[in-house]
């Protein structure tokens, strides 16, 4: 008897002991929050609690994070009798979000169950401080949020700039919706504004005998809808660890917002307690700018349109005097035919070196395709320093004609041929005539002495022979005496033998020599950023030109 009532004592104990321990569990398993004054919250970054029990997790700093959890960690996935899990969990709590601007705010909250309250790496803006663009996605992250995001994310498939949404261990959310509650009165769905600065109220319900997850919003003074706002199937076993912390987690970007907890209330494993909205604490007094609010966004958007034009004129500007032209009276006596400077510029890719043929008296020639008809021509380039003027370069007789462009072109053949300019100072402080040298040369029988020794000799006999001659015989002093272009070409391409031509010199480089830079034909002047440039069409060679 006595062995049976001592038995009987022990069940007695051990059901006593057990009854109070199963208390304390449930009463350690939930804990509700009206205002936040004296609460022993984990704060970090930005969060910090009003005097008046508000919590703030961040202000209107740009690029900001605040967090706040329940001190200590929730066991999940053991209960007091067996070794079942339980992860069943039910969550409210109060919000706010004042945004800087009336439109504008970010980037929003999430109410986060983690392993950890160690977010070292997390960033803010659309990783509301609790994870980054390494780290989101890995299963390891063991991570539950319902994020209530302001700001749309294309790299994390946000849905819009006010939505609701379910995020396992990545906030690429596995379901979301834009924020709107259930109206039982009007039996529709009602839309909310997340940045609206208003208090609203947040359910989130996990059973886990049904696997389901529910999420519903409603303004702060209005009972919790019927219909949620989500209600997503989901599996939180291979989610939930041994022990998980709970709280908040919230971030601003380049535009900001004051996000705000008033209340909060939590039970694992039952339903959690009913905010009483008449205890929370009250909003901070927005202060009111003297200003009108579409002030604050127009006086910076005017301010940019217009260093934009500004930005924008001096582009132009600086585009048209790179391309700009400038007419002289002369040219309406002389009256060549005119190609835009800008098309000479590109056509010699902007005068480059690269495209250099040689340079003289008048100034620079380049080799360049012209951009409207795919034409191959040289462009001289007459410098307004130069010692020869633009205008007399145009009139060798007072007027442009074909005969001064024949005499110019062989010029230019004789300059190629020989790689020497037409006038040129020997050692002896003389003047060395080009074409005057090479009459002299042919003269002799020697003719193929002028030819450019950087040649080293690789060249066809006959074909320079030819350039050196033609060249001569364009620069006849008589202009009737001189072949015409179509001759020209016909000489070069081998269709007509070249004429004999009198060894006496007599009317061969008679011209002052120095009126007698290469030219062209086809003559073209422009002037822009102080120079002027003609040009003159060629066919696939330099030695080989025509009309």
């Not at 995020?167 to 919706?177: K, M, P, Q, T």
């Not at 919003?217 to 199937?233: C, E, G, I, W, Y």
């Not at 790689?419 to 002299?440: N, T």
């Not at 005496?481 to 269709?495: C, H, K, T």
Request: contains cysteine; charged residues 20%; hydrophobic residues 40%.
């Amino acid at each position: 008897m006595m062995i049976a009532s001592f038995k009987s004592l022990h069940y007695l104990l051990g059901l006593f002991v057990s009854l109070n321990l199963l208390a304390l569990t449930q009463e350690e398993n939930q804990f509700i929050y009206h205002g936040f004054t004296g609460a022993n919250l984990l704060l970090s970054e930005n969060a910090k609690i009003h005097p008046n029990g508000l919590l703030e997790l961040t202000n209107t700093s740009k690029r900001q994070i605040g967090r706040a959890f329940f001190p200590f960690p929730f066991q999940f996935n053991t209960s007091l009798f067996n070794n079942s899990r339980s992860l069943s969990f039910s969550t409210q709590f109060a919000f706010a979000m004042v945004p800087e601007l009336p439109t504008l705010g970010g980037h929003g909250m999430a109410f986060t169950i983690s392993p950890s309250v160690d977010f070292t790496g997390a960033l803010a803006t659309q990783y509301f401080g609790i994870l980054n663009s390494t780290s989101n996605g890995l299963s390891s992250n063991h991570l539950l949020a319902v994020e209530l995001d302001a700001v749309p994310s294309p790299d994390l498939k946000d849905i819009n700039d006010n939505h609701v949404g379910i995020d396992v261990n990545s906030l690429i959310s596995i379901e979301s919706a834009p924020v709107t509650y259930f109206s039982e009165e009007e039996n529709e769905n009602k839309s909310l504004t997340l940045i609206s600065g208003h208090v609203m109220h947040v359910w989130i319900d996990y059973d886990e005998v049904e696997k389901l997850l529910n999420v519903t919003v409603a303004p702060v003074t209005r009972t919790k809808p019927t219909l949620p706002l989500l209600s997503t199937t989901l599996d939180l076993s291979s989610v939930m660890l041994d022990s998980m912390y709970v709280g908040f987690s919230s971030s601003t970007g380049a535009v900001a917002s004051s996000h705000y907890i008033l209340g909060w209330s939590f039970n694992r494993g039952g339903q959690a307690q009913s905010l009483d909205v008449s205890k929370l604490p009250s909003l901070p007094t927005q202060r009111k700018s003297r200003k009108k609010p579409y002030l604050r966004i127009l006086v910076p958007t005017i301010t940019a349109i217009i260093l934009l034009v500004a930005f924008s004129g001096a582009a132009y500007i600086i585009r048209r005097k790179k391309y700009e032209e400038l007419r002289e009276d002369w040219e309406q006596e002389y009256g060549p035919q005119r190609f835009s400077y800008k098309d000479l510029y590109k056509a010699t890719t902007g005068f480059t070196d690269r495209k250099l043929l040689g340079s003289g008296g008048f100034g620079k020639v380049y080799r360049g395709v012209l951009p409207s008809s795919n034409m191959q021509v040289a462009i001289k380039k007459v410098s307004h320093d130069s010692k020869q003027g633009t205008k007399q370069f145009v009139t060798r007789t007072g007027r442009a004609t074909t005969s001064s462009d024949v005499f110019a072109f062989g010029t230019f053949m004789l300059e190629m041929a020989c790689g020497r300019k037409p006038l040129e100072r020997e050692q002896s402080a003389e003047k060395m005539i080009l074409v005057d040298w090479v009459l002299d040369s042919w003269k002799i029988g020697d003719i193929l002495r002028t030819s450019d020794p950087r040649l080293e000799g690789n060249y066809e006999v006959e074909e320079m022979e030819l350039v050196l001659k033609l060249g001569l015989l364009c620069s006849f002093s008589t202009p009737q005496a001189r072949p015409s272009m179509r001759q020209i070409a016909q000489y070069l391409d081998g269709n007509a033998s070249l004429p004999e031509m009198p060894l006496d010199g007599a009317s061969i480089g008679l011209m002052p020599v120095s009126h007698e830079e290469p030219g062209d034909f086809n003559l073209s002047f422009h002037r822009s950023n102080d120079y002027s440039a003609h040009s003159f069409s060629s066919t696939d060679s330099i030695l080989s030109c025509g009309r």
